[in-house]
């Protein structure tokens, strides 16, 4: 069956440093990939939209990549900040190219002064 | 904030009741989603409507439904409700919702609470 894997152990980082997040699929070849940002009890913000044809996407401090042969996205926060603190959900479409995507579980994020 | 509005904020009710949630679209919006998010399930797409109509379906029980208004807000009625439905529960809007650029923009969600 089709899945979306996203690391459910919280990732813990120094301010400063480069946080990686990473989204594994299996079963499928999505046609994009987006990451939100969600803090606690409030709705998902999108944050970045990456196309399959597309290798990396950046904004601002964000880096998106998608690798279609290894099936997988990487995030990156670049100079993270204890405000980047959230939890961070990879959503992608699972039906041939479907506009309304399946969400992953989400990373949680903890950025440490 | 994301412009979308969504009422109640919490909402406590016994198992077996029927409960409404509302939803009030970004201006110019013409696209509603419902979504459900769980500890163990995650955020669940249940439905779409698009101007008034029903334009995709998730995974909504048949228990769920839900209606666009001509003014674009939105209602979703859940009924006999049981313990599982407890969850929080996220309106979101987007232009038209027939693009993948087409930007979904998330309310800040009911937290439902069946005892």
């Known amino acids: 069956s089709q899945k979306i894997e996203q690391n459910s152990e919280a990732l813990n980082i120094q301010e400063g440093k480069t946080a990686t997040l990473t989204c594994n699929y299996t079963?499928?070849?999505?046609?994009?990939l987006q990451w939100y940002r969600q803090d606690p009890g409030r709705g998902p913000v999108f944050l970045l939209l990456i196309r399959e044809n597309e290798k990396e996407k950046r904004k601002e401090r964000l880096k998106v990549t998608f690798d279609t042969t290894l099936k997988q996205s990487l995030f990156h926060i670049t100079a993270s900040q204890p405000a980047d603190s959230a939890t961070y959900l990879c959503a992608l479409d699972m039906t041939g190219g479907s506009y309304i995507p399946t969400f992953g579980r989400g990373t949680s994020l903890i950025v440490h002064p | 904030d994301s412009g979308v509005t969504q009422t109640p904020k919490h909402l406590i009710t016994a198992t077996g009741q029927r409960v409404t949630l509302r939803c009030s679209p970004r201006s110019g919006d013409l696209s509603v989603y419902w979504y459900q998010q769980s500890l163990d399930q995650g955020l669940q797409f249940l439905i779409q409507y698009y101007n008034g109509e029903e334009r995709a379906k998730g995974n909504i029980l048949e228990r769920f439904s839900a209606q666009q208004f001509p003014d674009l807000h939105s209602e979703l009625n859940l009924s006999s409700l049981e313990l599982g439905d407890s969850a929080l529960y996220f309106c979101?809007?987007?232009?038209?919702?027939?693009?993948?650029?087409?930007?979904?923009?998330f309310g800040p969600g009911t937290r439902l609470t069946v005892l």
């Open positions: 979101a809007s987007s232009v038209a919702g027939t693009l993948i650029t087409d930007t979904q923009y």
């Open positions: 079963n499928y070849s999505p046609a994009y």
